[in-house]
């Protein structure tokens, strides 16, 4: 439970308020690259941490993410010229690099030199294996981006993707960060339908994971722990009468899990999502899945899509996101079908992302979390917004720097499962099985 | 006229809200047996007096009445699995039955207590010949059950029809008791479809447009007498009865007896309901669905699973009520529909959804609402500030009452004649 004050403090993020300025201070993903393909393409809309902004690629290929009203009298630089590297607003042909800076204006006379005093609200941005990141922070010179493994190979893409949640950032987290849902929300009744594109997990060996040892125990006890990056937990279920499985999860600041970890690192779909808030009331989540060393197949990816989003997205408007809207939302009860409830999905609703948005959303878009009643299952939860809560006093009232911000290497970590003796030490026991290959730790 | 204070009070049924307090005392109808068929079957969601709930039928056939939010992590308890006597929340699986209580928690540990102290709202409920009432208020053992005419029959007996009207529950119910726009609002300028011979008075409303009105306190609500002046040199009178909380009764004719039910959805939104009911017979199947001419032809919108997703007219404020210029010159008087609902709606939404009465002119004919306003307001006020119980909580018997209409002659008793046809017709 939390008090009316620091709910509002962890959940508002718009310009100004101390989460949303804690959070600048990290690079954040803006959007995928393929969502901006060409140069010189038409400009994109995007939205983040309730600031509305267009993104779009110069003649050099270079990604640009500028405000949406046009310094002159406020046009939306969504209509505007993309040219001769440059975004060209249409009402009177004023011009901005990706740096913001003015370097036309034609409506002015020639030996004007107002175009020199003109800026362009601008957010640099750094393209890496198909991620355009942004830094919209205070520092002249932003820290180095963060080295995800998902994001450091370039011959092996992630299964990369993203979907739209009609809620607040932390209620959309707290649902990757709660190992206890999956025995319910997402579990399976009908075995049949256990490796169908109907329900199923991340990957049949992940998935034999779960169906072996997870779903056997359905009370998973909790194990927190702080890290330099954020918090650590398991979830300890009990295999048989010397052993438990342990599903490792982090979670990272300021917005990132990972989860899925499996047993033999070898047949392992890592995955991890990052919750970038669009605004207070919207989330884009984006999701990743990745083997190390290894490429996707086109049918792969294909099947992975079908199964974490079985009913397909809506049309793409030219809204921000809305490439990233599922067909089963709010709307429509997300499809619900309570035939399958009865006897083969728990819930009812097919693809996991959905069925936790459907829960998510339905909390309202700012859960109050004074109604709340919290359980030993929801240990993590209660840790992680602590250190979060900690972590945005200190930058408000001290101007500390939150974790992680100036140590990029500190993001080389991997999710684990693992079936360990009763009473062994599971952070010790899998310390090497969490280090990333890839970044400054790479395996020797 | 109101003044501001006054009509917020009058209007708002909010949780908390004096009003709200108020209605929430009594029992009140909240579905039929129908619109909940099926044990374990899907859960419904429900809004009334401004709350979100979802009610289900268990296994047993009990109907359950909760709050929408999970008490875990506030998830929507609609999506909930209805199975072997409780609502299984779907996000972590913890399971409540219809008196609220968690009955099983299985993401936390056999041996902990927690379960027990966890509660969902919820609200009693009780089904009776074909109707679902809830008791939303505080009291632990709620009041007996009101002894309405139209709860008292079996279904079979007893009109079915349901209508949302957008717009507050206390302008809606002003309608109802307001005899003089018979005369305007639903005057056809040809015999509407013809409907079953009629016996006793044959109102007529166009020959005197500007009734008497007798208005009396009743024990439960308020009386009133309209009295109209008849070529035949005596007068019909048509007497009505407003029943504390939000029922109100006009006369029936043919053997059966006519109610609404004002039921607040929230302060915008009432779902209206007409029990007409006959002791002596059962309905046709036209009757069922309401008496003649009450549904319009453009008819009902296709139900949704949305809060205020059913009984929802096609002719609308969005559409305005389908309103027909050509109609209003040379069929009705108003153009809309041959059809009271829509007519009545017609105005009432569009006085806006809270109707600001310190803007309106009341004159005589307004005599009932006048009075009836004032009951409430007395009877919330002296709940609010000294605790009384109002009118009819506990007095199940005087539900009893409902209009008659007849024929006098001058100087002859109105309500003791009324009386006399209530106790006939018993």
């Not at chain 1, 963060?146 to 190979?153: I, K, L, R, S, V």
Request: contains cysteine; hydrophobic residues 35%; glycine residues 10%.
């Amino acid at each position: 439970m939390l008090t009316r004050d620091d709910n509002e403090l962890l959940c508002r993020v718009g310009p100004g308020t101390p989460m949303g300025q804690m959070m600048r201070e990290y690079w954040v993903p803006a959007m995928l690259s393929i969502e901006l393909p060409e140069a010189d393409g038409a400009p994109v809309r995007v939205r983040l941490m309730g600031e509305d902004l267009i993104c779009f690629r110069t003649t050099s290929g270079q990604p640009g993410l500028v405000a949406n009203a046009c310094p002159h009298r406020g046009a939306s630089m969504f209509f505007g010229r993309n040219e001769e590297d440059g975004l060209r607003c249409v009402y009177h042909g004023w011009k901005f690099d990706v740096s913001g800076t003015c370097t036309d204006m034609p409506n002015e006379p020639a030996e004007s030199n107002f175009k020199h005093k003109i800026q362009l609200r601008a957010y640099p941005c750094a393209e890496r294996n198909g991620i355009i990141w942004t830094y919209m922070g205070t520092r002249q010179d932003p820290p180095g981006l963060p080295a995800f493994e998902w994001n450091m190979d370039a011959e092996h893409q992630p299964f990369l993707w993203m979907n739209y949640r009609e809620c607040n950032w932390l209620q959309a987290i707290e649902g990757g960060i709660d190992t206890s849902h999956v025995n319910f929300l997402h579990r399976t009744i009908d075995e049949k339908l256990r490796s169908t594109a109907v329900n199923s997990g991340p990957s049949p060996r992940q998935q034999n994971d779960l169906f072996l040892y997870g779903r056997r125990d359905s009370s998973p006890a909790l194990e927190v722990v702080d890290t330099d990056y954020g918090v650590m937990y398991t979830g300890r279920r009990s295999v048989d009468e010397k052993t438990d499985y342990h599903r490792i999860h982090p979670f990272i600041f300021p917005f990132h899990n990972m989860i899925g970890g499996g047993t033999v690192d070898d047949e392992v779909n890592y995955i991890g999502m990052v919750w970038t808030p669009v605004d207070d009331d919207n989330t884009l989540v984006l999701e990743y899945g990745y083997r190390p060393g290894k490429a996707w197949a086109q049918a792969e990816l294909e099947g992975l899509m079908r199964v974490r989003n079985p009913t397909g997205f809506l049309p793409a408007t030219s809204q921000a996101g809305s490439r990233w809207r599922f067909k089963a939302n709010k709307t429509n009860d997300y499809l619900v079908n309570r035939d399958l409830q009865k006897d083969k999905l728990f819930f009812g609703v097919q693809g996991n992302p959905a069925q936790d948005g459907a829960v998510q959303e339905s909390m309202g878009p700012i859960y109050d979390r004074g109604k709340e009643h919290l359980g030993t299952a929801d240990a993590m939860i209660i840790r992680v917004r602590r250190r979060l809560l900690e972590a945005v006093k200190a930058y408000r009232d001290h101007g500390t720097l939150p974790p992680g911000v100036d140590n990029p290497d500190m993001y080389a970590i991997r999710p684990v499962g693992a079936v360990l003796p009763k009473g062994a030490d599971w952070v010790q026991a899998t310390e090497e099985r969490r280090k990333a290959w890839y970044g400054a730790t790479a395996k020797a | 006229m109101l003044s501001r204070n006054d009509n917020e009070l009058l209007t708002r049924v909010g949780p908390g809200t004096p009003m709200g307090n108020l209605m929430r005392e009594y029992w009140t109808p909240l579905m039929h047996s129908v619109d909940l068929p099926e044990r374990d079957g899907p859960p419904v969601r429900v809004r009334i007096l401004c709350e979100n709930l979802i009610a289900f039928r268990d296994s047993s056939g009990n109907v359950g009445l909760m709050a929408n939010a999970c008490p875990h992590r506030g998830a929507s308890m609609f999506f909930g699995r209805n199975e072997e006597d409780g609502l299984r929340c779907v996000y972590h699986g913890w399971k409540f039955d219809v008196s609220g209580q968690c009955t099983d928690m299985p993401n936390e540990p056999a041996e902990s207590n927690f379960r027990h102290k966890i509660r969902l709202q919820s609200y009693p409920c009780r089904e009776v010949n074909g109707i679902i009432w809830t008791y939303m208020g505080s009291r632990p053992t709620p009041p007996p059950f009101p002894e309405h005419g139209f709860g008292m029959v079996d279904e079979a007996h007893r009109g079915q029809l349901k209508y949302v009207r957008e717009c507050n529950w206390m302008q809606a119910l002003e309608g109802d008791i307001d005899t003089a726009h018979l005369g305007f609002l639903h005057v056809s300028f040809s015999p509407r479809q013809p409907g079953p011979t009629r016996t006793g008075p044959i109102p007529d409303f166009t020959s005197d447009k500007a009734p008497t009105l007798h208005v009396v306190n009743t024990d439960i609500g308020v009386m009133y007498g309209a009295r109209r002046n008849r070529a035949e040199g005596d007068y019909y009178w048509r007497v009505s009865q407003f029943l504390m909380p939000i029922y109100t009764s006009i006369p029936g004719f043919g053997g059966r007896q006519s109610c609404k039910i004002w039921v607040p959805i929230d302060d915008e939104n009432t779902l209206v309901w007409e029990p007409n009911w006959s002791m002596r017979a059962p309905l046709t199947p036209d009757q069922l669905k309401g008496w003649i001419n009450r549904v319009p032809p453009s008819g009902f919108l296709p139900d949704t699973t949305d809060w205020n997703g059913r009984f929802r007219f096609v002719a609308r404020e969005a559409n305005d009520f389908h309103l027909d210029r050509e109609r209003q010159r040379t069929v009705n008087f108003t153009g809309f529909e041959e059809s009271n609902p829509i007519q009545d709606g017609g105005i009432q939404v569009t006085m806006g959804h809270i109707f600001d009465r310190t803007k309106e002119h009341m004159g005589t004919t307004d005599a009932t609402i006048i009075q009836v306003r004032k009951r409430l307001l007395e009877a919330a006020k002296a709940l609010r500030d000294e605790g009384i119980t109002p009118p009819g909580v506990d007095m199940p018997e005087l539900y009893h009452l409902h209009g008659c209409e007849m024929n006098l002659p001058e100087g002859a008793n109105w309500t003791e004649a009324c009386k006399d046809m209530i106790a006939e017709m018993a």
